[in-house]
């Protein structure tokens, strides 16, 4: 999402003639875009600003501005903190900034700035579909500083895709803090499912990907879609969080152990080659040792395709800060998550394996170090290695090796030629 949100802020300021430069010094604007999901994440936002004191210092009508989760309803406490900090923006809300740009370059930033769609994007791109979130789990600050759940139109969202399909765009990613929830606020009320009919039916647009997903939300109805709608690919993006249901009840997470057990089983009915990727909070206020061992027992038993695994932070403001305590040591809490990892890597190792000797297709999307990379539907890595130019196509790749993290292989064949961009544009290369 906010790898989302700062597309469109820079697009935005492009339009007001603003361009981007590649060192902070040299800028004029300059935005940090923020998380707090984690103490850790919010300690590098704090880190990041500290070093632009100087910068402001030496030119004092620098613009810095901090916009996303870390920027809540009041931000006394943030101006005081950060003195040199000119403007604070909620995620989404760009106004505050786009004001001073305009007053500063005496450009009227609302006649100018039209549909934010990234000037030049990748061959993937993220559009979100639904701001907010209107669960509130006990671990979560999302929902006080994104706001409630508020759902775009498909009209709107096909009219983006539409545009990025001119700039080049072959894929994108359907984004939400709770995606599937989609449409329940809209008049006509629409689901995801509906959404993935319309953005089928427009040419270019080769692959739709959609996260994160609540299992709550998760009907039937939009599994079929996934495994009927042809560009909608076979991956999904399910949070189980823990494997206990007494924890699951502490988070408020609104479904239960079996519920979860019972949700994959049906997803891997409609489709059996389905990749199922979740995340994990170990260190849950009073998570015993027992009550862990369920969510590992859950993972070895479901054999997941990927596991993102955090140990549990207190966010000031969440309901877990006010009614918990934080009683699980902070090395008990990584000793939990390496065990986690160390579980899923054997698991990964495993899946991936299979794959070998097997041709899969991908989406070129870049070079990295001599080798174009991709990803399949399923979203596994892939690197080969080849003297044509390839971003941008579906191509067959025979798979080589494997590790748990990404596959190599061999180009079998050039699957489809999906507009071929001139090896002459900047997009993509080493």
């Not at 900034?97 to 007053?103: A, H, K, Q, R, T």
């Not at 709107?156 to 990613?173: C, D, P, R």
């Not at 070079?367 to 579906?394: C, I, M």
Request: glycine share 6%; net charge negative; with cysteine.
């Amino acid at each position: 999402m906010n790898t989302a949100d700062s597309e469109r802020l820079g697009a935005a300021l492009e339009q007001m003639g603003i361009q981007p430069v590649e060192k902070a010094a040299e800028a004029d604007v300059i935005v940090l875009n923020s998380c707090v999901v984690r103490q850790g994440a919010e300690d590098k936002v704090a880190s990041n600003l500290a070093w632009m004191a100087p910068l402001k210092k030496d030119k004092p009508e620098r613009i810095i501005a901090l916009m996303g989760c870390m920027v809540g309803p009041k931000t006394d406490a943030l101006a005081k903190r950060f003195p040199y900090v000119d403007v604070f923006m909620r995620p989404q809300q760009f106004d505050p900034l786009l004001e001073i740009v305009g007053e500063r370059t005496g450009v009227d930033w609302e006649g100018c700035v039209g549909p934010l769609t990234p000037v030049r994007p990748d061959i993937t791109c993220h559009v979100p579909i639904i701001h907010g979130c209107d669960l509130m789990c006990t671990f979560c600050i999302i929902p006080y500083r994104r706001g409630r759940q508020v759902s775009r139109s498909i009209a709107e969202i096909a009219l983006e895709v539409e545009t990025l399909v001119s700039k080049g765009v072959k894929e994108v990613t359907l984004l939400g803090q709770t995606v599937d929830a989609y449409g329940y606020d809209l008049p006509d009320k629409p689901n995801l499912a509906d959404l993935f009919a319309r953005l089928d039916q427009i040419d270019g647009i080769e692959r739709i990907r959609f996260l994160t997903s609540h299992p709550k939300f998760m009907t039937q109805e939009i599994i079929q879609a996934v495994a009927d709608v042809p560009k909608v690919c076979e991956h999904i993006n399910l949070p189980v969080q823990a494997g206990d249901d007494e924890i699951l009840d502490e988070m408020r997470r609104q479904y239960s152990r079996q519920d979860y057990i019972d949700l994959v089983g049906r997803i891997r009915e409609a489709m059996p080659e389905v990749a199922l990727n979740t995340d994990i909070i170990v260190g849950f206020p009073g998570e015993t040792e027992e009550q862990f061992q369920q969510t590992l027992d859950l993972l070895a038993v479901l054999k997941l395709d990927k596991v993102h695994c955090a140990a549990y932070s207190t966010r000031p403001g969440t309901i877990a800060s006010r009614t918990m305590s934080d009683t699980v040591p902070e090395a008990e809490k990584t000793k939990r998550r390496q065990r986690v990892d160390l579980q899923q890597e054997q698991i990964q190792t495993e899946i991936n394996a299979k794959l070998v000797g097997q041709y899969v297709e991908i989406l070129v999307e870049g070079r990295q170090r001599g080798k174009w990379q991709g990803r399949t539907r399923s979203h596994k890595l892939v690197f080969f290695e080849d003297e044509a130019y390839h971003l941008g196509n579906l191509v067959q790749v025979k798979i080589d090796r494997s590790s748990p993290w990404s596959l190599q292989g061999t180009l079998a064949v050039r699957a489809k030629l999906l507009n071929p961009i001139s090896s002459g544009t900047n997009r993509g290369e080493d």
